[in-house]
């Protein structure tokens, strides 16, 4: 009976020792915790490169002739009309090429003429066996090469007449001049590389976007993804796309590898010029209407001292499973950005406790992540702790005894 009376007055000082330290440690310094509540919202993972505007179609109007500008009908930003006529060549020596070629044509339409009757008429001569073979023979050169010499003249003509037409500049398409290179008097030169009189764009209204993305990122990149751009002439705007076209040929400039892609860019505002930069954001997967919570609590871990306390409450039974799976959560704990969806470990407040939370998570985007499975929505999950010393707070280490009779 005394030692019985013994064993369990031993085990009663042990028990107010434990307490009284734990309780004193308590007393010099107090956890408190950070918390962040599960809600819903939206979660989007983007990229983000440059690009420079353009017009989806531009045409570049040249001269196929050589001569000097005499009229140019059209300015800068000035709206043209396909078949309008914007400028004009100087025709003086392209007129008078006309009348040679046709002078040219007349004579040896004439040298043709009088062949094909002497041909003719030594033909039947040389059928009645009245001249030689040989008479024959030149007789049938000279008609063939005067058939030639005028195919040659008449082809010469219509080249003539063409450059004639050439000589004056209309415009293709339907558009805006965007750039004018010449000025009345200037003389231009027709070479193997057409010289570029004119620039003209399109619709201005309808606008693209190609932007170069590291090839880390374009795995990321689909056709018709969202896109956000600004552009330093209106830093408070934000003008929408989509991607339209991703091209598999690379870009490589000092060892670094780029794709080009195409983001169409309405522009009814005509805020949008071509040769503008842009700022691009891709949203290559969009979450709307999910759990989420502050990427930070995927971070936090106890320190030790509230862990050896947290698994003291425990059951023995529950503590061996407890520990196995913090080893095989803690793995899986990251911030990476991605769709990928993985099981991973949080910490909760439960009234005055702490419980730690498997959960499944899926898009991050670096502030916040999707909970697919493990929380509910308003739910209190720790991102944080302060260690406050010498001060007394409601909120102390949960898992802390507390004094009574105070």
Do not use: C
């Not at 001569?67 to 009908?73: K, L, P, Q, T």
């Not at 010499?149 to 003539?160: D, E, I, P, V």
């Not at 500049?169 to 010289?195: E, L, M």
């Amino acid at each position: 009976m005394k030692k019985k009376l013994f064993i369990i007055t031993t085990t009663i000082i042990v028990a107010i020792v434990v307490v009284f330290f734990i309780f004193r440690k308590s007393n010099n310094s107090t956890v408190i915790f950070k918390t962040t509540k599960v809600e819903r919202g939206d979660i989007n993972t983007t990229i983000t490169a440059t690009g420079t505007l353009e017009a989806i179609t531009t045409v570049q109007v040249g001269t196929q002739v050589s001569g000097v500008i005499r009229n140019i009908f059209v300015d800068f930003n000035s709206m043209v009309k396909k078949g309008q006529v914007i400028g004009v060549i100087d025709t003086t020596n392209l007129a008078a090429a006309v009348l040679d070629s046709k002078a040219s044509l007349a004579r040896n339409e004439a040298t043709l003429l009088f062949n094909k009757k002497k041909y003719n008429r030594i033909k039947k001569l040389y059928e009645n066996k009245v001249l030689p073979e040989t008479d024959y023979d030149e007789a049938l050169n000279g008609f063939q090469t005067a058939k030639a010499n005028y195919m040659s003249a008449k082809a010469q003509l219509n080249r003539a007449l063409t450059n004639l037409r050439y000589a004056t500049i209309t415009a293709p398409i339907n558009g805006v001049v965007i750039s004018r290179n010449v000025d009345i008097g200037q003389t231009v030169a027709a070479s193997f590389n057409t010289p570029t009189l004119f620039t003209i764009a399109n619709d201005l209204t309808k606008m693209q976007v190609q932007a170069s993305i590291d090839e880390a990122d374009i795995g990321q990149v689909e056709q018709g993804q969202k896109v956000e751009f600004t552009v330093d002439a209106y830093p408070d705007l934000i003008f929408e796309g989509k991607i339209i076209q991703k091209r598999l040929q690379p870009i490589v400039v000092q060892n670094v590898v780029t794709y080009n892609v195409i983001v169409d860019a309405p522009n009814k505002s005509l805020k949008l010029m071509p040769g503008m930069t842009a700022n691009i954001v891709v949203y290559v997967n969009e979450k709307h209407d999910v759990l989420k919570i502050q990427s930070k609590a995927l971070r936090y871990n106890p320190s030790q001292d509230l862990l050896k306390s947290y698994f003291s409450n425990l059951p023995d039974s529950v503590k061996q499973k407890r520990m196995v799976r913090m080893k095989q959560s803690g793995s899986n704990q990251s911030d990476q950005q991605g769709k990928k969806k993985r099981l991973t470990k949080v910490w909760i407040t439960k009234g005055d406790n702490i419980k730690s939370k498997r959960v499944k998570i899926g898009v991050n985007d670096g502030e916040n992540v999707e909970i697919v499975s493990g929380l509910e929505q308003g739910d209190s999950v720790i991102i944080g702790q302060d260690i406050v010393k010498n001060a007394s707070t409601k909120k102390r280490s949960p898992f802390l005894p507390s004094r009574h009779g105070k």
